[in-house]
């Protein structure tokens, strides 16, 4: 087998990579590092099992959401990853502490509670798989905020993309039928906040080890649920269990995304993140007895459609093939 590589090249303007962390992409290309077909591989079975792992850990939260606050369920997971993160790897704590990029990940860690507070608060009101449908137009926005924030170009097709991706998510929120604004707002802004989440990092351009990102997103979830929260105790070594489980859920999502990316270009693994609507529908299904409306699923496809539509055209200039 020959070892095959691929060199990573990113162009200077565009439209925006459809997908969060492009900047694990940018850093790989300016240090010139190569992947390979095999690391490749790997990256996309890694994250592959992320999207898995994170679709596991949302119905696991939305059913825990009745014997628990949403605040109280994002302590504990946030306080199991801490508690994983310095168990794998103890000198990730004094990385944090020397590491010039920690306020730059911590302010990017409080889009993403306010991401997972939005997703959470509105599965509590509409089923799982129609608040995903909404959440999966983050993608989308990146493109919009990617222009004042970022200073991007970007073209026709992208904005086509971006206004069918729109029509689907209102054919989603089913306005026609019984539209509920709440939820269905709260849905949005998770998509609204990972977007702004997304551009941060690609803004920032952190560069820190898997487990000094884990630690620093882990600490600063902590202290801002651990303030906002109502403590209820558990009732049984079975809800002990599953507050165990829900941080562990959440670990391994993380491990398996952000080491896939270190793996994989961020332009092969954008399109495996509308997997996650296969996942939840499957989950919520099984677990909820939700079934998908035709209205959810319309909306699923131009989303999807939208999303591959933008991985395409933002990837009009393809990797380039050597052989070693």
């Known amino acids: 087998m020959s070892n095959e590589t691929i060199i990573l090249s990113t162009p200077r303007e565009g439209p925006a990579t459809p997908q969060c962390l492009q900047v694990h992409e940018e850093n790989a290309a300016t240090s010139s590092v190569t992947i390979t077909r095999e690391k490749t591989a790997l990256g996309i079975i890694l994250v592959c099992g992320s999207y898995m792992m994170y679709s596991?850990?949302?119905?696991t939260m939305t059913w825990m959401g009745d014997l628990f606050g949403v605040w109280q369920l994002i302590f504990?997971?946030?306080?199991?990853?801490?508690?994983?993160?310095?168990?794998i790897k103890p000198a990730a704590c004094r990385e944090v502490i020397k590491s010039p990029y920690k306020?730059?990940?911590?302010?990017?860690?409080?889009?993403?509670?306010?991401?997972?507070?939005?997703?959470?608060?509105?599965?509590k009101l509409m089923p799982l798989g129609q608040v995903t449908t909404l959440y999966a137009t983050a993608p989308l926005i990146i493109v919009v905020l990617s222009i004042p924030i970022l200073g991007e170009k970007v073209g026709r097709a992208s904005w086509?993309?971006?206004?069918?991706?729109?029509i689907g998510t209102v054919i989603a929120a089913n306005p026609a039928g019984s539209l509920n604004l709440a939820?269905?707002?709260?849905?949005?802004?998770?998509?609204?906040?990972?977007?702004l989440t997304v551009v941060y990092t690609r803004k920032a351009a952190t560069r820190e080890s898997t487990q000094a990102q884990l630690l620093t997103t882990g600490l600063v979830f902590c202290l801002v649920s651990g303030l906002?929260?109502?403590?209820t105790m558990p009732a049984s070594w079975f809800e002990i269990g599953m507050c165990a489980i829900l941080g562990i859920e959440i670990v391994l999502a993380q491990v398996l995304f952000l080491e896939g990316y270190r793996l994989a270009p961020a332009s092969l693994l954008a399109p495996l993140e509308y997997q996650s609507l296969i996942w939840v529908s499957i989950l919520g299904f099984l677990?909820?007895?939700?079934?998908?409306?035709?209205?959810?699923v319309m909306g699923a496809t131009l989303i999807v459609a939208a999303g591959l539509l933008l991985t395409l055209y933002g990837n009009r200039r393809k990797p380039a093939m050597t052989g070693d």
């Open 56 to 59: 596991m850990h949302y119905a």
């Open 228 to 231: 906002l929260m109502d403590w």
């Open 183 to 195: 939820p269905t707002l709260l849905a949005f802004a998770s998509g609204l906040f990972w977007a």
């Open 287 to 296: 677990i909820f007895g939700d079934v998908p409306t035709l209205q959810t």
């Open 160 to 166: 086509a993309a971006v206004v069918m991706g729109m």
């Open 76 to 87: 504990i997971r946030s306080f199991v990853m801490v508690v994983a993160t310095l168990v």
């Open 103 to 123: 306020w730059a990940t911590a302010l990017r860690a409080l889009f993403q509670i306010a991401c997972t507070f939005c997703f959470f608060a509105a599965a």
